[in-house]
């Protein structure tokens, strides 16, 4: 057990604040979440974030940690410390409620707005729709779908950053999975959705998305495909119908 | 009291961003030099000597770190953005970090060639 | 729920394509004159040199005005999305990348005249 400290600097505030710091005893397997909640335990119980699972399948504790965007509970001190310092932050380009916890209504609003979401046509009385796994829509579905709405690429995207009504890589990714679900029925509607003035065009392949996905998923190859899609379409048109 | 963190240089300190602001940057100063470029080969409209009167301009030490650097530019541009078709329109392969490697050593290279053969 | 298109959703969509289509052709057209660059410049570049190789060659012309077509599409569309994110509501997002274009299609068509023809005098 080593006796050393962490010097700890933690965001106090809203969209206004100041860097707090804290002493927190250094452990080995020691996570940034186990940090957090060390300080607001026994330090400052004033202290507010956001955590559930605690152990990689929820994503609620994804915060900014040395500057990047991360899963504190999956993320272990000892890799990414730097000497003896930390810097925690709430994620970014999301507005902060308070300390550590930002409000997640425009990324789920973003994820609407990109048509993130299923409708098909058949009921309980239709036969099961048959989906070949390994055809080419279903595995490039399947690529994508274990997205479980963290906001860490959100968090990480520069466009995101400069342009407010980007839909950004976590609702493009889904409307991606989505475009390539034979079942659905609102192909033409999610197509003109991600095509708008700040749609999948205005991404411009930083690929911080792909490189901070704590689930190794890749929406720059999802935005890519919507990219041909949609710059077809609006040539040729769609399967689906004019654009 | 001060505003609240934005992304910054940690965030982006990866290798897919630095060629992306790579192909960016090149891809500006390559824009602003094309005018002058074919304003120096129109010249040629006027007669072999007139262009060599421009053609002997280029001669001066400055110019030729000039054109390095542009050769050295194009060839960043280039193969960045070759890179950038194949993540596009090709089949999906990740986001080609080889091709990253490709651009700084080709562009490397294209500056030593240049050096080598330039007079 | 049926969502309409903007007009420059649509255009912007076309852009993009146009850009990548000029791409395309100019990973070819840049590679190629990398090659002729480097094997003309040795042992220095004169006009004489030049024309030697340009005046009267059929070739050559078609190459670079298709050239400078893929330029004239590439570049104004590239420099437009740059404008457009880093002075987003300026008046020279819309100005900037036309003189761009005009730059590259007079200048450009002119120099590909004039390696052709080897001068027409003053």
């Not at chain 1, 390994?134 to 994508?144: K, P």
């Not at chain 1, 704590?214 to 190859?221: C, N, S």
């Not at chain 3, 729920?1 to 395309?24: D, H």
Request: hydrophobic share 45%; aromatic share 10%; with cysteine.
């Amino acid at each position: 057990m080593s006796e050393t400290n962490l010097k700890v600097k933690v965001w106090r505030g809203a969209e206004q604040g100041e860097f707090v710091e804290y002493l927190v005893p250094r452990n080995s397997n020691q996570t940034v979440l186990d940090v957090v909640t060390y300080i607001q335990r026994k330090l400052d119980p004033t202290l507010s974030y956001r955590f559930a699972c605690r152990v990689g399948m929820c994503g609620s504790c994804a915060m900014t940690v040395n500057g990047v965007a991360r899963w504190t509970c999956r993320t272990h001190v000892a890799k990414i410390v730097e000497g003896d310092a930390l810097e925690i932050a709430p994620l970014n380009n999301l507005p902060v409620i308070k300390d550590l916890a930002t409000d997640m209504r425009e990324f789920f609003n973003k994820w609407k707005g990109a048509v993130g979401f299923f409708k098909g046509e058949q009921t309980r009385h239709d036969d099961f729709a048959i989906v070949k796994p390994d055809s080419e829509e279903r595995q490039l579905a399947n690529a994508g779908i274990e997205c479980i709405g963290c906001a860490v690429c959100y968090a990480s995207c520069d466009v995101v950053a400069s342009r407010s009504d980007y839909l950004g890589p976590a609702a493009l990714n889904r409307a991606w999975t989505l475009t390539n679900d034979v079942r659905d029925t609102q192909q033409l509607d999610r197509l003109r959705a991600v095509a708008g003035d700040a749609g999948c065009h205005t991404c411009h392949t930083h690929g911080s998305c792909t490189e901070r996905c704590p689930k190794q998923l890749e929406p720059t190859a999802g935005i890519s495909g919507l990219k041909k899609l949609v710059a077809r379409a609006a040539v040729r048109g769609t399967k689906w119908g004019k654009l | 009291m001060s505003s609240r963190p934005r992304l910054d240089h940690r965030a982006k300190s990866h290798l897919s961003y630095l060629i992306y602001m790579a192909h960016r940057i090149s891809g500006l100063l390559l824009a602003c030099f094309l005018p002058i470029h074919f304003f120096l080969l129109s010249q040629s409209l006027f007669g072999a000597d007139e262009l060599d009167h421009y053609l002997k301009l280029t001669d001066f030490w400055a110019v030729k770190v000039g054109e390095w650097g542009l050769v050295t530019l194009l060839t960043i541009h280039l193969v960045g953005g070759v890179r950038l078709l194949m993540i596009e329109f090709g089949t999906w392969r990740g986001l080609r970090k080889g091709w990253i490697q490709a651009a700084i050593v080709l562009s490397i290279i294209s500056g030593l060639l240049f050096l080598a053969l330039a007079d | 729920m049926s969502l309409a298109i903007s007009n420059t959703a649509l255009l912007q969509a076309r852009l993009w394509y146009a850009q990548r289509i000029s791409a395309m052709v100019l990973g070819l057209c840049v590679a190629i004159h990398l090659f002729i660059m480097f094997y003309a410049i040795r042992g220095g570049l004169t006009a004489g040199e030049i024309l030697g190789r340009t005046q009267g060659n059929w070739l050559f012309a078609i190459f670079y005005e298709v050239f400078v077509l893929a330029c004239l599409v590439h570049a104004p569309i590239g420099l437009a999305n740059i404008l457009r994110e880093n002075f987003p509501r300026s008046p020279v997002v819309g100005v900037l990348p036309w003189i761009l274009a005009a730059l590259i299609l007079v200048l450009g068509t002119t120099a590909v005249i004039g390696v052709f023809t080897g001068g027409v005098g003053r």
